[in-house]
């Protein structure tokens, strides 16, 4: 049975606000497209976001916002607040570009919807004792800044996230349950002993041979894998034919779907890159690239006011999406804060995520128009939620829940440090 809280509650007022929130996004539009299209024609790559920092941060300061830029230490990180309410809600900004392929994951749609949504709510914010923060978050595609944004303390205090991000065509925009799968990256550097390779062979240790153990124990690893588990390596070897190469590097990652899954894999794969190592004779180190993403946490009162503004808006739900093969560090945010991270289809829009092609569709009219409606959707939750005392406390109840230490409920008192 569904909680009665989770689901949105009858509001005679609501309609009238939802339309003067539109309409106010209407207002704002123009200035939303322009943004989008800029980020768009100047793709910048993960931590040098510069320019879309500075445009988004100065679109936000010019509306009326506090900007704190450069937070956490990250010069592309900005978090832009408005408002004194009781309820914080945040909107994630996300800028970075793919190398080569430029906004082929439409970061441009997601910097304007999430930007446009705070415009169009601007206004109500007191009336609804808000507080809206919009975050800026650097390197998404590599780097993991929402996890360094957590741990420099950006997220304390929020109690509900939201974004979204445009995929190609769908046939529903329901986010209920929805999800993305955990992923880490690492980097193996094999460190071998170098010699001539024709005069005395023998006395090397050919770090490249470890390298092609490492890979072809992963290849053998990938009959074991689980439906919903992905493995990837990538070697960076370089080297002359006439030289025993003493040094190999292989940057590897690996997904699942689950936490424990995912701490399973990694054992197996690093195993696999130990065998390199024992069967040469190679010295091994292993270093972290960047934060592990975790999967995506939808939560249930967000998703169902999620759903009945995409009905409102006409765009259809046909049940969910289920897991989407790829992985985002929003995931991380909402283990910790009540979240949803809708995965909204461009209609129309072929080909696939981190393509030239959907980079083409990032941009199209349908993209443009599935960011406005993106941005209005995301206004509507956070003031339905906000005027519904029970989606409200139970929102509020879920980010304690969630804001707790392992193993102390919301409603405990964590004990003292010994």
């Not at 943004?35 to 790559?45: F, K």
């Not at 914010?125 to 944004?149: R, S, Y």
């Not at 170098?194 to 490249?208: F, K, L, V």
């Given at each position: 049975m569904t909680d009665p809280a989770s689901a949105p509650s009858a509001d005679p007022a609501g309609a009238a606000a939802r339309t003067a929130i539109a309409a106010?996004?209407?207002?704002?539009?123009?200035?939303?497209?322009?943004?989008?299209?800029?980020?768009?024609?100047?793709?910048?790559?993960?931590?040098?976001?510069?320019?879309?920092?500075?445009?988004?941060a100065d679109l936000l300061e010019t509306h009326g916002f506090t900007l704190e830029r450069g937070v956490a230490e990250l010069p592309t990180a900005f978090r832009a607040t408005r408002g004194t309410g009781s309820?914080?809600?945040?909107?994630?900004?996300?800028?970075?570009?793919?190398?080569?392929?430029?906004?082929?994951c439409g970061h441009n749609i997601i910097a304007g919807s999430s930007i446009g949504a705070a415009l169009?709510?601007?206004?109500?914010?007191?009336?609804?004792?808000?507080?809206?923060?919009?975050?800026?978050?650097?390197?998404?595609?590599?780097?993991?800044?929402?996890?360094?944004?957590?741990?420099?303390?950006?997220?304390?205090?929020?109690?509900l996230s939201l974004m979204t991000h445009a995929v190609p065509h769908t046939d529903t925009y329901d986010v209920l349950g929805s999800t993305s799968q955990a992923v880490g990256r690492w980097r193996a550097t094999y460190t071998g002993r170098?010699?001539?390779?024709?005069?005395?062979?023998?006395?090397?240790?050919?770090?490249?041979d470890a390298a092609v153990i490492a890979q072809v124990a992963a290849g053998l690893l990938r009959q074991r894998l689980r439906d919903g588990q992905r493995l990837s390596l990538v070697p960076q070897q370089s080297g002359v034919t006439n030289v025993v190469p003493e040094l190999a590097i292989v940057d590897f990652e690996c997904r699942a779907l689950a936490m424990d899954e995912f701490e399973q894999l990694q054992r197996s794969l690093v195993a696999c890159i130990e065998a390199g190592a024992l069967a040469t004779g190679c010295g091994l180190t292993i270093e972290e690239t960047e934060p592990v993403y975790e999967p995506l946490l939808q939560d249930e009162v967000l998703g169902?006011?999620?759903?009945?503004?995409?009905?409102?808006?006409?765009?259809?739900?046909?049940?969910?999406?289920?897991?989407?093969?790829?992985?985002?560090?929003?995931?991380?945010?909402?283990?910790?804060?009540?979240?949803i991270h809708p995965f909204v289809g461009i209609t129309g829009a072929g080909g696939a995520l981190h393509t030239r092609e959907f980079?083409?569709?990032?941009?199209?009219?349908?993209?443009?128009?599935?960011?406005?409606?993106?941005?209005?959707?995301?206004?509507?939750?956070?003031?339905?939620?906000?005027?519904?005392?029970?989606?409200?406390?139970?929102v509020l109840a879920r980010a304690a829940e969630l804001a707790a230490p392992a193993g102390v409920g919301a409603g405990d008192e964590a004990p003292v440090g010994e």
């Open positions: 106010a996004y209407a207002a704002a539009r123009d200035e939303v497209h322009a943004l989008s299209r800029a980020i768009h024609a100047d793709p910048e790559l993960a931590f040098a976001e510069h320019r879309a920092h500075d445009r988004c309820l914080v809600a945040s909107l994630c900004v996300e800028y970075d570009a793919l190398p080569e392929i430029g906004h082929g169009a709510l601007a206004e109500q914010l007191a009336d609804l004792d808000v507080t809206l923060q919009v975050i800026g978050t650097p390197a998404e595609e590599h780097g993991g800044g929402k996890q360094l944004l957590i741990d420099r303390g950006v997220f304390e205090g929020v109690h170098a010699t001539h390779a024709a005069a005395n062979p023998s006395d090397g240790i050919n770090a490249n169902r006011h999620w759903n009945a503004a995409m009905e409102r808006l006409g765009r259809p739900l046909a049940g969910s999406l289920g897991v989407m093969r790829a992985s985002t560090d929003m995931g991380n945010v909402s283990q910790r804060v009540p979240s980079a083409e569709h990032a941009l199209s009219a349908e993209g443009l128009r599935l960011m406005d409606d993106a941005a209005v959707a995301m206004a509507w939750v956070i003031r339905d939620v906000a005027a519904d005392p029970r989606a409200r406390e139970a």
